[in-house]
């Protein structure tokens, strides 16, 4: 059974421009949430999708969005970019529906801003 | 707020057992624990959860406290490859998946 898939795993880019990461969810598994990891914060929730709508959102600002798509795979998109938003983007899906139901992590997209 | 406060970091043994502590005082009574560990370069792996009777699976063992105000991850016989970062978790609004990760702690095994 494949795990979480994110892509790309590597990016590069400049301060002003923006990003699109992309998650393809466990088969079968509804609910995609995103993570932003940084030495600094740790790991710091963004927002989580079942079924395209968006059912948490984090404490970040309006430049971070995401959209989940009817086959359940995920983008999360990045606007006007700063130099603080270099950071691990950690993609994880579930089944959903079920009270302590556990999510699994993809090995996620490394963002450098320059 | 859901919060959780481990140790920065602790040191063990290869082939002794390991014990992770987590206090979770703010935790709501009907929310689970979760732990889970991440190895360098890789995303978040999930270790165990449990709700208020301890918990065995395969690669670990929870101990959750009488009050639920704390746990135990416990690593019966540690191994090199359990060198990481272990994190326990709580969520916020509880039954979410919005976890709330702390610090964590970093095991380092010693061969």
């Known amino acids: 059974k494949a795990g979480v898939t994110q892509t790309p795993r590597y990016l590069i880019k400049t301060r002003g421009q923006q990003v699109t990461l992309s998650c393809s969810p466990i088969?079968?598994?509804?609910?995609v949430s995103w993570y932003q990891q940084t030495p600094g914060q740790g790991l710091q929730f963004l927002f989580e999708y079942f079924s395209e709508t968006q059912r948490n959102k984090g404490n970040f600002p309006g430049r971070f969005s995401g959209r989940q798509f009817s086959n359940s795979r995920s983008e999360m998109n990045v606007s006007t970019l700063e130099l603080g938003d270099s950071a691990l983007y950690l993609c994880?899906?579930?089944?959903?529906?079920?009270?302590?139901?556990?999510?699994?992590f993809g090995e996620g997209s490394w963002l450098t801003v320059v | 707020d859901a919060k959780t406060t481990q140790p920065n970091s602790m040191e063990s043994n290869e082939e002794e057992p390991v014990h992770l502590p987590c206090n979770h005082s703010t935790i709501s009574g009907t929310d689970y624990i979760h732990w889970y560990r991440q190895l360098p370069s890789q995303g978040p792996e999930y270790v165990i959860h449990?709700?208020?009777s301890n918990v065995n699976n395969r690669m670990a063992s929870l101990a959750i406290a009488e009050d639920r105000k704390s746990s135990t991850l416990i690593l019966h016989r540690a191994t090199l490859r359990d060198a990481a970062v272990y994190y326990c978790?709580?969520?916020?609004?509880?039954?979410?998946?919005?976890?709330?990760f702390g610090t964590g702690t970093r095991l380092k095994v010693l061969a």
């Open positions: 994880a899906s579930s089944l959903a529906g079920i009270s302590g139901n556990t999510i699994y």
């Open positions: 978790i709580l969520r916020d609004p509880p039954g979410t998946y919005k976890y709330i």
């Open positions: 088969s079968g598994h509804r609910s």
């Open positions: 449990g709700l208020t």
